[in-house]
């Protein structure tokens, strides 16, 4: 398994951004498949986004398509999550998850939580209105 730290979560007003960062751990990052989820208290946690591990590649849910976008680092080990325009119902905790084990990269399958073999603790992001 890979050690994931999330960070760059906190409290922003409504139509605010941030930008979450993931480090990975392992010397072939740039064979994972990395993803983001969400948890609202309450709620069963959901897929924001996913990047192939070239970074040519990227899926997002449709509640934050236009708003968020996944990119890559394979050099600094690092997956992002820039987050605009956010709302108060993005306010959840957020995952940085991957899979390590070369899966491929089929959207019915990397958009699911089961695909992932890792996990990091999660950073809370906020969203005042």
């Known amino acids: 398994q890979v050690q994931l730290v999330e960070s760059g979560g906190g409290l922003v007003q409504a139509g605010g951004s941030l930008r979450l960062s993931c480090v990975a751990s392992g010397r072939t990052f740039s064979s994972y498949v990395m993803g983001w989820f969400r948890q609202a208290p309450g709620k069963e946690r959901e897929f924001v986004a996913t990047i192939n591990p070239s970074g040519s590649t990227t899926y997002s849910a449709d509640s934050v398509k236009d708003r968020f976008a996944i990119s890559r680092d394979n050099d600094k080990n690092t997956v992002y999550l820039q987050m605009f325009s956010l709302k108060p119902e993005d306010t959840a905790v957020y995952y940085c998850?991957?899979?390590?084990?070369?899966?491929?990269?089929?959207?019915?399958?990397?958009?699911?939580?089961?695909?992932?073999?890792?996990w990091g603790q999660g950073t809370q992001v906020t969203v005042s209105s």
């Open positions: 998850a991957a899979d390590s084990r070369g899966s491929r990269f089929f959207r019915v399958v990397v958009t699911t939580t089961t695909f992932y073999d890792s």
